[in-house]
C-alpha cells in the first residue's frame, strides 16, 4: 500500500510521500522489520524519488551485477545510471535476476553532454531503452551542461519522450544556478538536479536555489568520496547515535529534503547506507553539520561549466 502525506520541505510544492521498499515475504519482514517505508519526494504526478538510491558509478560487469543484486536485496528500489558508466546491462541483468516487478523500482540514468542535440537524445535514449530491457525511465537526467547546444533543442527532446510516456521525469546534473536559470526559462520541464554534495561541501545556497524554483536535489559523492566520515563532528554525532559515520552523513543529506546516492560494492557497507533512512536526527544536530567549514568540490569534469 503506498501512502501519501502532505509533508513540504518549505512554502515549495515538492512533497515527501512512503512506499514499501520490498516485498512483504516473511524472509524479508524479519530482516527489515525497522525498515518498512522509504521517504519519497514528488517529482510531478507522474514520478516520486525514494530519498535513498544507490548508485553505480566506476562499477560495470559481474562487480556492478553482484552489488546492484544485493543493494535489491537489502531494499533499495532506486537505482541510479548514466550512459558513460558503461553499465546499462548489468544493472539490467540485476534487476532480472532480481524477479522484482518494473513497476516496484525508480530508475534513473543520464545522456553525457556530447550527445545533446534534439536527434541524438532520440536515438540514445532508445539505445538506453534496450540495455536497461524496460518501457521507461523514472528519470531522465542531461548529465553535464554544455552551452555550445541549445538546451531548448535538448529538454525539448527529453520532453517529448515523457510526452510519449517513456519518460516520468526530467531532470539536470551538474547544473549551476545560471544553468538552471537558462534550462527554466524554455519552459520545458526540470524537476531536479543533481550534484556532488557532502558536508564539506554542502551547496547551501543551491539548494535555496532549487528550493524556490521548485527543484529537487540529489546528491552524488554524499560521503565525499569517504574523505568527510573522519571529520571531528561526524564522529561525535556517530558516537552519539550509536551508527556509522557514513549513516550521520546519508542521515543528514536526507533529512534536508535532498536524495542520496551512495555506492559501495561491500555487501556490509551497502546494507549499513540503507540503514540511514530508520533514525531521526535532532535539527540541532543537522545544523551542526550544516556549519562544518567548506573545502572545494572534489569532482571537476573536463568542460565541466561550474564558473558559469
Known amino acids: 500500500m503506498r501512502i501519501w502525506c ?55 560487469g559481474d562487480e556492478c551485477v553482484r552489488a546492484v543484486s544485493t543493494a535489491l536485496e537489502v531494499g533499495y528500489r532506486h537505482i541510479d545510471t548514466a550512459d ?64 555550445q547546444i541549445p538546451i531548448l533543442d535538448t529538454l525539448g527532446a527529453m520532453n517529448q519522450l515523457k510526452q510519449e510516456g517513456k519518460v516520468k521525469a526530467v531532470g539536470v546534473s551538474n547544473f549551476t544556478e545560471h544553468h538552471l536559470e537558462d534550462a527554466l526559462s524554455t519552459g520545458c520541464e526540470v524537476t531536479l538536479n543533481q550534484v556532488e554534495l557532502h558536508p564539506t561541501f554542502n551547496q547551501l545556497e543551491l539548494q535555496e536555489f532549487c528550493r524556490s524554483k521548485n527543484i529537487a536535489m540529489t546528491a552524488y559523492s554524499p560521503l565525499g568520496r569517504g574523505e568527510d566520515l573522519s571529520h571531528p563532528t561526524i564522529l561525535e554525532l556517530a558516537k552519539k547515535y550509536g551508527v556509522s559515520p557514513a549513516q550521520v552523513v546519508l542521515n543528514w543529506i536526507t533529512s534536508r529534503g535532498i536524495v542520496a546516492i551512495p555506492k559501495s560494492s561491500n555487501p556490509g557497507r551497502i546494507e549499513d547506507n540503507f540503514k540511514s533512512v530508520s533514525w531521526t536526527m535532532g535539527n540541532g544536530d543537522i545544523e551542526k553539520i550544516d556549519s562544518i567549514p567548506q573545502e572545494p568540490r572534489i569532482l571537476d569534469h573536463p568542460g565541466s561549466e561550474f564558473d558559469y
Not at 25 to 49: G, P, W, Y
Not at 122 to 142: A, G, K
Open 84 to 147: 558513460v558508466y558503461d553499465n546499462h546491462k548489468d544493472v539490467a541483468k540485476a534487476i532480472k535476476e532480481s524477479g522484482l516487478a518494473r513497476e516496484e523500482l525508480f530508475i534513473t540514468t543520464k545522456i553525457p553532454r556530447d550527445l545533446l542535440c534534439a536527434p541524438d537524445v532520440l536515438e540514445n535514449f532508445n539505445r538506453y531503452l534496450n540495455e536497461l530491457d524496460m518501457p521507461y525511465i523514472d528519470l531522465f537526467l542531461v548529465h553535464w551542461p554544455n552551452k
Open 6 to 60: 502532505p509533508w513540504p520541505l518549505d512554502d515549495s510544492a515538492l512533497w515527501y510521500g512512503y512506499y514499501t521498499p520490498f516485498r512483504l515475504e516473511t524472509s524479508n519482514v524479519a530482516r527489515h522489520d525497522n525498515i518498512r517505508k522509504m521517504k519519497t519526494i514528488r517529482l510531478n504526478q507522474e514520478a516520486q524519488i525514494p530519498v535513498l538510491g544507490f548508485g553505480t558509478w566506476q562499477m560495470r
